[in-house]
Antibody, heavy 121, light 106 residues
């Protein structure tokens, strides 16, 4: 069974870069789309973006100027970088797998446990 | 981008009753919609994808329907573990977006 685990600093200073890595275990990163979501405290879900195992990616239009995702197939990991963070970026960050599909559209079926990242000086 | 509106915001029901949750879109996107369940302190769980397909391991009491702009998640005969927040998500139109959620409470 595929499992995902987020890792990275949980406290980031304003204007600095948030960096998270998602390690995939129990399966290969190849052949799938992978992504990131976040959930600010007490609020709903926000899509950050996704990346295919080949490296092609798509980002939320509201974050695209600050987001970069990458994939390392040799380590079975993918990563998120969010630059110039502010307090508004404080959230629970989830890495996910788009593992089920129908009619050519993929949906998120595996989630990491989430990483709470706080932006504060 | 497509805005998803979920109603009601909160649904107060008893175990054994049927829950009917609505998700309405600001524009049509065919049937590329999913439903997720989230319990406190847990990651969301995929329930329904493609508007009506149950994900692996999801009980038959969960069913989804709809197409275009109006979608429904029905939970028949609520079990105690079904009390949670439910989100709809559309993938038919970029960027993918979520609804604000419906809380199903006892």
């Amino acid at each position: 069974q595929v499992q995902l685990q987020e890792s990275g600093p949980r406290l980031v200073k304003p204007s600095e870069t948030l960096s998270l890595t998602c390690s995939v275990s129990g399966g290969s990163i190849s052949g799938h789309y992978w992504g990131w979501f976040r959930q600010p405290p007490g609020r709903g879900l926000e899509w950050i973006g996704y990346i295919y195992y080949t490296g092609s990616s798509s980002y939320s239009p509201s974050l695209t100027s600050r987001v970069t995702m990458s994939v390392d197939t040799s380590k079975n990991q993918f990563s998120l970088k969010l630059t110039s963070v502010t307090a508004a970026d404080t959230a629970l960050y989830y890495c996910i797998r788009y593992g089920v599909q129908v009619a050519g559209f993929h949906y998120m079926d595996v989630w990491g446990e989430g990483a709470t990242v706080t932006v504060s000086s | 981008e497509i805005v998803l509106t979920q109603s009601p915001a909160t649904l107060s029901l008893s175990p054994g009753e049927t829950a009917t949750l609505s998700c309405r879109a600001s524009q049509s996107f065919s049937s590329h919609l999913a439903w997720y369940q989230q319990k406190p302190g847990q990651a969301p769980r995929l329930l329904i994808y493609g508007a009506s397909n149950r994900a692996t391991g999801i009980p038959a009491r969960f069913s989804g329907s709809g197409c275009g702009t109006d979608f429904t998640l029905t939970i028949s005969s609520l079990e105690p573990e079904d009390f949670a927040v439910y989100y709809c998500q559309q993938r038919g139109n970029w960027p993918e977006t979520f609804g604000p959620g419906t809380k199903v409470e006892i």
